[in-house]
């Protein structure tokens, strides 16, 4: 199916809210810096980030600058905007984040056609301002 | 090793109420139609309801997805005297047969006597299960999933369905067939909403809601309430009906499929799976049976591609090959013989969540009582064995296997 230039959902519409384990990574989204919570104890990554690293337990947190890349693990193609149902072609993207091994974001792609968006595929950060101030990470093609 | 309370109980009483459209049962109210279908289900056993002294939840004991059961109010509007059990499965439909071995739990504690297990759903628009995750309050956790505009089952299944198309060279002829196979099985069915036979051009034509799903590979959106009794297997000799004896019962699963496709943090292979294999060798592990074992089997299908990932968590082909253990035709029923087709298990004799009517699940578990009491519409022959699943979601998902008596 042809589906046309795929857009990111307008960030106006997002809102997000935040707790004291989850709002660094949102913190750093605003500063332009992609993050992913990482172990203080023993180096695991774990996204969205939660009180305990459930591999060793400790409570000690890292928030590294990662590269910023990622790579497509699956999508799907939507063609309705999700706030109003009216025509809007999207693609949900899962992917696997560069330099936080196990670590996934779920975004929008923009940069190409929605048709030829692909497992796989190469995509950099993309940061979308959302509602209170806030910046979501979204991807565009490599 | 078999399961210590293996063929300790039996699902005695099934009931139900009409299935509407989404959104038709109104002015009927949840608690009206629960009770209808639990006054039903005790007509059935040959039992009164004033006897049901335990409830048997699932779905965190949600009437739906908005609405709540609550045990007292339940008793106030049905006159029970007391109740000595009232327990649920956590999380959402993935337990509804798990909540038969909840039931079992209680009874074998002999916390009570007769237990309830239902589901009452009524989707005014604002409780449409459609739009639930869309429509909910953005909170620390979802907020890593919702902004990405997955707001609906649908969206979110479609992003599994398009891992597997990738690993296995799954294909939507075979997410078609789900389809056809079950709709098949309801054209003699009085209650089912969609009663037509399915061509493929049909099934082509239907409109894409979600890459690579279509909408007729989304269940139906009913209302209604189905309620089934369980008691302990002596009391169930002098019910009204042979029992549906219960002869494995198990939920749970494992971490890295954990909250599913509210997280999308699952590794390969789980990924691309219904997240039942934990549950599925549990069963099989309580029986000693396998998949090959089952005369039919009752396949949660609130999505047509999950159907075909749990065919392989529970072993009824290898994982990967579901695509070309469908398009085979091997979930169909054959009326002329009263069996598979091609050496396969006949799946959602009843039609399923896809066809007959959506009630998170229930009418699965009353397919699997009807079968092993021999008075299924579309009766399997000779069958003994029914495995009934729950739906591929968050944790708890579970498993159930149902004997004949």
């Known amino acids: 199916m042809t589906y046309g230039p795929a857009r990111a959902i307008p960030g106006d519409q997002i809102r997000i809210t935040t707790n004291p384990d989850t709002e660094p990574f949102w913190q750093a989204a605003k500063e332009g810096k992609l993050t992913a919570c990482q172990c203080g104890g023993c180096g695991h990554f774990r996204m969205p980030p939660t009180a305990i690293c459930p591999e060793c337990g400790s409570r000690a947190k890292e928030w590294p600058t990662l590269p910023g890349t990622a790579t497509v693990f699956s999508y799907a193609i939507c063609n309705k905007n999700p706030r109003n149902g009216e025509d809007y072609v999207y693609v949900p993207v899962v992917v696997d984040l560069d330099g936080a091994p196990g670590t996934r974001l779920n975004a929008n792609v923009s940069g190409c056609d929605a048709e030829d968006v692909h497992i796989g595929m190469q995509v950099t950060v993309d940061w979308t301002p959302i509602q209170d101030g806030w910046v979501l990470p979204n991807f565009r093609k490599a | ?405």
């Not at chain 2, 067939?177 to 054209?187: D, I, S």
């Not at chain 2, 939920?251 to 039942?276: I, K, L, T, V, Y």
């Not at chain 2, 990967?320 to 035709?329: K, P, Q, R």
């Not at chain 2, 396969?344 to 009582?369: C, D, F, K, Q, R």
């Open chain 2, 1 to 405: 090793m078999a399961w210590v309370n293996q063929d300790k109980c039996a699902i005695v009483g099934v009931g139900a109420t009409d299935y509407y459209v989404r959104g038709k049962s109104w002015p009927r109210t949840i608690n009206d139609m629960a009770a209808e279908a639990i006054m039903n289900a005790c007509a059935d056993a040959g039992i009164s309801h004033k006897q049901i002294d335990g409830f048997s939840y699932y779905s965190t004991a949600g009437a739906g997805y908005l609405d709540k059961f609550d045990t007292a109010s339940l008793m106030e509007t049905l006159g029970m005297p007391h109740i000595s059990w009232s327990a649920t499965l956590t999380s959402g439909g993935g337990g509804c047969p798990g909540a038969i071995g909840l039931a079992t739990a209680g009874l074998m504690n002999e916390d009570c006597t007769y237990t309830v297990t239902l589901m009452a759903l009524q989707q005014l628009p604002q409780h449409r299960l459609g739009v639930v995750f869309g429509a909910a309050a953005p909170n620390p956790e979802n907020s890593f999933l919702q902004p990405s505009g997955l707001v609906g089952p649908g969206h979110l299944m479609s992003v599994l369905a398009r891992r597997h198309m990738h690993l296995y060279g799954t294909t939507q002829d075979a997410f078609g067939e789900v389809v056809m196979a079950t709709r098949a099985n309801t054209h003699n069915r009085p209650k089912a909403v969609r009663k037509e036979p399915l061509t493929k051009d049909q099934y082509d034509a239907s409109v894409m809601l979600a890459d690579p799903l279509r909408r007729l590979d989304f269940c139906l959106e009913t209302d209604g309430a189905v309620a089934v009794i369980t008691t302990t297997m002596d009391r169930a000799k002098d019910c009204r009906h042979k029992p549906a004896v219960v002869h494995a019962a198990a939920h749970g699963g494992q971490r890295e499929w954990g909250r599913a496709f509210a997280w999308m943090g699952m590794p390969d292979p789980h990924f691309a799976s219904s997240g039942h294999k934990f549950t599925a060798d549990r069963v099989w592990a309580q029986s000693g049976l396998s998949a090959r074992d089952m005369d039919v089997a009752l396949i949660y299908d609130h999505f047509s591609p999950m159907v075909l990932m749990q065919l392989e968590d529970y072993g009824f082909c290898e994982k990967g090959e579901g695509n070309d253990y469908v398009l085979s035709g091997k979930l169909r029923y054959d009326p002329a013989t009263g069996k598979g087709v091609n050496g396969g298990t006949p799946v959602n004799t009843h039609g399923g969540n896809l066809n007959e009517a959506y009630i998170i699940g229930m009418t699965h578990i009353v397919e699997g009582v009807e079968q092993v009491r021999g008075t299924a519409i579309n009766q399997v022959k000779d069958a003994e064995f029914a495995l009934v699943s729950g739906g591929p979601a968050s944790l708890p998902v579970s498993s159930l296997i149902l004997r004949k008596d």
